[in-house]
C-alpha cells in the first residue's frame, strides 16, 4: 500500500472524524500527555465513554418503564422520557439496538461498532435477563 493512500480516506469518514474531534476538543487538555496520541484517539476515548453513558441512561428509562408484562416491546416506548427523541449513537448518529428477551423478561441494548478514519469505536452491549446484567465487550 502506497502512503498516498494512507491520506486519502472517505469523504464521510473525515467529517465524521471532523465532528467527534470537534466535539471533545475542549477536553483534550484534561486527557493527560496529549502528545502521545493522535486527536483522534483521544476523541475516540470520549466517544466511548458517551456511548457508555448514552447506553446507562437509556437502560434506565426502559428499565423505569417495566410493566407486570416485563420490559417495552419496542424502544420507542420510552421517547416520550428523552422530549420524545430517543438517543443515538456518539459514534455515527446511529439508532441504538433494542431487543425485547423472553416476552419481556429482559432485553439488551448496544451501540455498534464504528471507524472514524483508522480508529475503530468498539461494540458495547448490556443485556439484563432473569436479574442477570452483563456488558458485553
Given at each position: 500500500?502506497?502512503?498516498?493512500?494512507?491520506?486519502?480516506?472517505?469523504?464521510?469518514?473525515?467529517?465524521?472524524?471532523e465532528?467527534?474531534?470537534?466535539?471533545?476538543?475542549?477536553k483534550?487538555?484534561?486527557?493527560g500527555?496529549?502528545h502521545?496520541r493522535n486527536?483522534?484517539?483521544?476523541?475516540?476515548?470520549f466517544?466511548?465513554?458517551?456511548?457508555?453513558?448514552?447506553l446507562?441512561?437509556?437502560?434506565l428509562?426502559i428499565s423505569?418503564?417495566?410493566?407486570d408484562?416485563?420490559?417495552p416491546?419496542?424502544?420507542?416506548?420510552?421517547?416520550d422520557?428523552?422530549?420524545?427523541q430517543?438517543p443515538?449513537?456518539?459514534?455515527?448518529?446511529?439508532?441504538l439496538?433494542?431487543?425485547?428477551?423472553?416476552?419481556?423478561?429482559?432485553?439488551?441494548?448496544?451501540?455498534?461498532?464504528?471507524?472514524?478514519?483508522?480508529?475503530?469505536?468498539?461494540?458495547?452491549k448490556f443485556k439484563?435477563?432473569s436479574?442477570?446484567?452483563?456488558v458485553?465487550?
Amino acid at each position: 500500500r502506497r502512503s498516498s493512500d494512507l491520506c486519502h480516506r472517505s469523504p464521510e469518514s473525515i467529517r465524521q472524524g471532523e465532528r467527534v474531534f470537534a466535539k471533545y476538543q475542549p477536553k483534550l487538555l484534561e486527557s493527560g500527555d496529549t502528545h502521545a496520541r493522535n486527536p483522534a484517539e483521544i476523541a475516540a476515548l470520549f466517544a466511548v465513554h458517551d456511548a457508555e453513558l448514552t447506553l446507562t441512561r437509556l437502560i434506565l428509562a426502559i428499565s423505569a418503564a417495566r410493566t407486570d408484562e416485563g420490559f417495552p416491546t419496542e424502544v420507542e416506548d420510552v421517547s416520550d422520557r428523552f422530549g420524545g427523541q430517543l438517543p443515538r449513537s456518539p459514534y455515527d448518529g446511529t439508532a441504538l439496538v433494542y431487543e425485547r428477551l423472553e416476552g419481556g423478561k429482559g432485553f439488551s441494548l448496544h451501540v455498534q461498532e464504528a471507524n472514524v478514519g483508522d480508529v475503530a469505536l468498539p461494540r458495547i452491549k448490556f443485556k439484563h435477563l432473569s436479574g442477570k446484567e452483563e456488558v458485553v465487550p
